[in-house]
């Protein structure tokens, strides 16, 4: 059973940089690739960063060179460290699992939201001007 709870969301200035953890108190950290996606009011849910079980890694154009996705395994965590933030990032922020990992999500994973099949409750960043 996967379970996913995300933390570390909050209130910031423009500029300023916030981490993001994701627990996985199921733990099986094998076999998955995981993702981090957000979604603004009003807007679709979109794919910021991937992962897939090899370690490799993708970003949306949107936050590359300013978001790094990472995993601790013997934490059970993932995470996603936002630098140099813009109010544009201001959304609810999700960590995503799937299992097995689609043979496509090799090279870096996947950010669609149909790939996965976990998913935590979210958790909010805001980022004023």
């Known amino acids: 059973q996967v379970e996913l709870a995300e933390f570390g969301g909050g209130s910031v200035q423009t500029g300023e940089n916030l981490e993001l953890s994701c627990v996985d108190s199921g733990y099986a950290y094998d076999g998955y690739c995981y993702a981090w996606f957000r979604q603004a009011p009003g807007k679709e849910r979109e794919g910021v960063a991937a992962?897939?079980?090899?370690?490799?890694?993708k970003y949306a154009k949107s936050v590359m060179g300013r978001f790094i996705i990472s995993k601790h395994e013997y934490k059970s965590a993932l995470y996603l460290q936002m630098e140099n933030l813009k109010p544009e990032d201001t959304a609810t922020y999700y960590c995503a699992a799937a299992r097995p990992c689609p043979s496509y999500c090799s090279y870096g994973g996947c950010l669609d939201t149909e790939d996965y099949n976990y998913w935590g409750k979210g958790t909010q960043v805001t980022v004023s001007s």
């Open positions: 992962m897939d079980e090899n370690g490799d890694t």
